[in-house]
Structure formats: structure tokens, C-alpha cells
């Protein structure tokens, strides 16, 4: 079984590029819904970022707006908050190409935002890079509720040059030509895959 990282920085089509593949059959696993459960109410992170980050945890559950004001304010925080959340995102991580390869899958998804951040790359067989130009994808994450020009540069400033990601990229989904061109790039690179 083949796995294949999905990556883009924020804004670039991500999320419904991963759609795109669940729409044509293909495993998915969503780094980022899996982190939404571990801080949700019951979830594996809320103790563990709670005692790390005190006042974080309200009714339960991790919340992300502290949290994220938390680390804007302090981001030497974020090493504290990847070594346990990683660990956890890990092992789901493990059960779903478990249950991917006995399901006889001829390749999964892993849609990872930092697959490059975290080094990720190196242990996939290909990488699908999503990508949108620059003003293109500045406007779409501003129309964000609660997002700020300051927020979007400071998550920017922490993820790996676009260019970069293109170079080492297997395969490319360009967004900026709308649902339908997208549908049929993906539609062209699970071809590729499968065969």
C-alpha cells in the first residue's frame, strides 16, 4: 500500500482537495480533525495541554482561541504543545493505514498541514502539494472569522516556503481554477496512483 502525503499552507484548498480524493474512494486520514477530537471534551490532549498551558481548557475542552493567543504571545510554547500532541495524532495515525492495508487499499491519504514542518515527507511515498497564487489565498483565509492580517502572517512565518514544497512535490493541485478543474487534477493523479 502506497501512502501519500497531502499538504498545502493555509488557504491554499487543503481541506476540499482532500474531499476531492474521499469523493474518488480514497482512504483519507485528517491530521487536523484528529487533533479536533484530542481537544474536544474526553479527548487524550485536553489534561495534558491543560497542565502545560494553564487556562486553556474551558467546559472540558482545549480552547484553540486561547491557545493559539497563548502561543502568538510565547511561541517557544508550540515544542511544549507538538510533543504531546504528536505522539497522539501518531497513533491514530497508525490504526487508520492499519485499517486502510486489511481493507486491501492500493494507497491512502495522509493530509498532514506541516508534512514538510515536521519532516513528514521523508516517510511517504509521494507528496500532493495543493497550491493557490499568494493574493488568491491571503483573501480566502481573512474572510475567517477572527483572523487578522497579523494572525495569517504569523502562522505563514511558521510554515515551509511555498516554493519549496513545489519542488519537492510528486504531484501538484492547482485551486485557483475552481471546484471542477481541481476535481479532475485529482481525478488525473489518482489514475497515476492506482496504476
Known sequence: MKIVGLTGSIGMGKSATAKLFREQGVPVFDSDAIVHELYDVGGAAVKPVGAAFPGVVHEGAVDREILSARLREDPSGFETLEAIVHPLVGRARQHFL??????????????????????????VDAVVVVHAPQDERRARVLQRPGMTDEKLDAIIARQTPDSVKLDQADYIVETSGGFDDARRQVSAIVKKLAG
Open 98 to 123: 492499519t485499517q486502510a492495508e486489511k481493507a486491501g487499499a492500493p494507497f491512502v491519504i495522509l493530509d498532514v498541514p506541516l508534512l514538510f514542518e515536521t519532516g513528514g515527507h521523508e516517510h
